[in-house]
């Protein structure tokens, strides 16, 4: 594998494999590599010639200053997983490579896909995710670029600004993986500890309850029963509790058969943050 730490090198080196006639797949994390990521990084080898991933931890993207001090940094053992997986070529750069002096974060608003739900209780953390992801996919330039469904909104808004900026990268979301008891696969898990481990399980707990119970009780029951199963666990304070739908994340005030949607939550369990979604059809 790889390793490139500045850009003009990278780009050098898939512009030469471009001219072959490779193509290139992209898989953008922030580091902290499990399971999820790699998954994402096998479907881009079994589609393209060339997979890059980039590690970079964002920090335009944390409207707290010690959430981004607190995210886990293991760069020794990502490179160790990156190699065993058949990565061909690793970005890391750092801020000062990505982010020039005076650089400004340009703010987005595309109605409830920015500005709702992770839009309204991290203010500013889209626009981001916005600036980053477009200037990696300035910088690496992939034919398609590959996310994970649990960061669905974030999902959303790269769609979004796919079609806003007119670029042509496909983007290619992939099923969230869980752990064998149902915990969503994340960087943040390891800042649990065992009893807010064994807690986070509520999450999917609740999740599954939506799932399971839709078109059989109303929405507002519905969230109401799935927070209290969150409120079994004295640690977990729940920020938001939501059914919308997949396309425009506008709430869902009932389910309707020719719609999809999609349900989503974001909790503090102790001193960690974690979000699930799941899909209400599949």
């Known amino acids: 594998m790889l390793l490139f730490k500045e850009i003009a090198p990278l780009r050098a080196y898939l512009n030469g494999r471009r001219l072959k006639g490779d193509t290139v797949g992209f898989v953008p994390t922030m580091g902290a590599l499990h399971q999820g990521h790699i998954a994402l990084i096998s479907e881009s080898i079994a589609n393209h010639s060339v997979t890059v991933a980039s590690i970079f931890v964002n920090p335009t993207q944390f409207n707290n200053p010690e959430d981004l001090v607190k995210y886990p940094r293991t760069i020794e053992r990502d490179l160790e997983l990156l190699e065993a997986a058949g990565c061909d070529v690793l970005f890391h750069p750092e801020a000062t490579e990505i982010y020039p002096n005076g650089f400004i974060t340009e703010h987005h608003e595309w109605n409830n896909i920015t500005n709702s739900l992770e839009g309204a209780f991290r203010p500013g953390h889209f626009d981001g995710v916005i600036t980053i992801v477009k200037k990696l996919f300035d910088i690496v330039e992939p034919q398609a670029a590959y996310f994970g469904q649990k960061d669905f909104q974030q999902c ?3 769609a979004e600004m796919i079609k806003h900026f007119n ?15 149902g915990l969503a696969m994340s960087s943040r898990n390891v800042r649990l500890n065992a009893s807010e481990r064994a807690d986070a399980l509520f999450i999917f707990e609740a999740l599954s309850y939506i799932k399971q119970h839709q078109g059989t009780l109303p929405v507002g029951e519905l969230l109401s029963i799935a927070e209290k199963i969150l409120l079994k666990s004295s640690v977990m304070k729940p920020e938001y ?4 739908e997949t396309d425009s994340l506008n709430p869902a005030d009932k389910l ?4 999809e949607y ?3 939550i974001a909790t503090w369990c102790g001193n960690v943050r974690l979000i699930d979604n799941m899909l209400l059809k599949d």
């Open 262 to 264: 999609v349900a989503l």
């Open 156 to 158: 959303a808004v790269i």
């Open 241 to 244: 509790i939501a059914i919308v």
């Open 167 to 181: 670029l042509g990268v496909n983007m290619r979301i992939c099923p969230t993986l869980r752990e064998a008891d």
């Open 256 to 259: 309707l058969p020719n719609r």
